[in-house]
């Protein structure tokens, strides 16, 4: 007789936890990209960084963890919708020999948001820190895998930029001071991001070091989860 018992199905993932992105600027011409909006979220011309555009100090950490996110704020609006930011500090050539920049300068300020013509959308664009000006929206591509793509909403990982509180790492920054000089003979604060939700539900901070370690000076790095009230620390991975 045939066999009537009923085998087990594959069992489909769940799309928030299946889902993944993967998000990349894309160049070319794009009507959207270089458009300049009416409420002032694109860049105007007079504002778009140019070859002889005048070069300034660089910002630096000094200024706050929070620098990048301010500069972005001005840029686009305190209220524009994210997806991520990333800003990269020089950690200095006591820990990086190769690294020209002196400890704390700024090096990369870059975010992804939702383009205002089309909420459907993200539109990207980088800050040139030699002049503190940023250059004109790129689009990006949206892909989804481990999941049914037409059910994908971009409000799902969209965040106002005004309910992160970037400046709140400060004190977070300062009360690992002791664990880590214990660790380290010298470190330094590297990274300080928006994370986009990926297997959960929620954006995070994360702030990264990087540093010599004092019992045989190899480098090493970690990093700090923090979500985005920039108090509650989800995970702290600082030292080995």
């Known amino acids: 007789m045939p066999d009537m018992i009923p085998r087990p199905q594959p069992t489909a993932f769940a799309l928030a936890i299946g889902l993944s992105l993967s998000l990349s600027a894309c160049g070319g011409g794009n009507s959207a990209s270089n458009a300049t909006s009416d409420n002032g979220v694109f860049a105007s011309s007079s504002d778009t960084p140019t070859g002889d555009a005048p070069k300034t100090a660089a910002p630096t950490l000094a200024q706050g963890p929070d620098v990048c996110f301010r500069a972005i704020a001005k840029q686009l609006g305190a209220d524009v919708k994210v997806s991520e930011i990333n800003s990269f500090f020089s950690p200095g050539s006591k820990i990086d020999a190769s690294d020209d920049e002196p400890e704390g300068e700024l ?9 205002p013509e089309d909420p459907r959308k993200l539109l990207s664009i980088s800050m040139d820190t030699h002049t503190g000006t940023f250059g004109k929206p790129a689009p990006v591509e949206i892909s989804v895998s481990g999941g049914d793509a037409s059910k ?8 106002p930029l005004s309910t992160v509180n970037a400046a709140g790492l400060t004190s977070i920054m300062e009360s690992q001071k002791a664990k880590l000089s214990s660790v380290y003979s010298h470190y330094a604060w590297s990274g300080v991001r928006l994370l986009s939700p990926r297997f959960s539900d929620v954006h995070t ?3 990264d070091v990087d540093g010599r370690l004092a019992s045989n000076d190899i480098k090493e790095n970690g990093y700090l989860s923090i979500l985005t009230d920039g108090k ?5 991975r600082l030292t080995p």
Do not use: A, G, M, P
Request: with cysteine.
């Open 152 to 159: 994908f909403k971009l409000e799902d990982i969209l965040i």
């Open 232 to 236: 509650t620390v989800k995970i702290n």
């Open 205 to 207: 901070l994360r702030v």
């Open 107 to 115: 090096t990369t300020c870059s975010v992804k948001y939702q383009n």
